[in-house]
């Protein structure tokens, strides 16, 4: 069984920087992707950042040259750098693991809650 369990949410100022990690267990036979979602109630759900498992980056334009997404895969761990914060960034970040190449993702941790300050 896959588990994803978010860590490093909080609370900070417009401004300030958050560091999330994401650490996997359970078997996983083939990582496509690993991502970040963000969920805001009453807005869709937005991907956030996603790496390929080939180290290719790609990011929502909102976030662009702010947060930086990275990989340790030693320790099965995926980050989110979050510098800039702004206050539209306040949600539930979610990591995510997509197993093939298609839309989606096939697996979800439970998120964890990223609330920015004016």
């Known amino acids: 069984q896959v588990q994803l369990v978010e860590s490093g949410g909080g609370l900070v100022q417009a401004g300030g920087s958050l560091r999330l990690s994401c650490a996997a267990s359970g078997t996983i036979f083939s990582i496509n992707a690993m991502g970040w979602y963000r969920q805001t109630p009453g807005k869709q759900r937005e991907l956030v950042a996603a790496m390929t498992s080939g180290g290719s980056r790609n990011y929502a334009d909102s976030v662009k040259g702010r947060f930086t997404i990275s990989r340790n895969n030693a320790r099965n761990t995926v980050y989110l750098q979050m510098n800039s914060l702004k206050p539209e960034d306040t949600a539930v970040y979610y990591c995510?693991?997509?197993?093939?190449?298609?839309?989606?993702?096939?697996?979800w941790g439970q998120g964890t809650q990223v609330t920015v300050s004016s």
């Open positions: 995510t693991i997509r197993t093939v190449a298609r839309g989606g993702a096939d697996y």
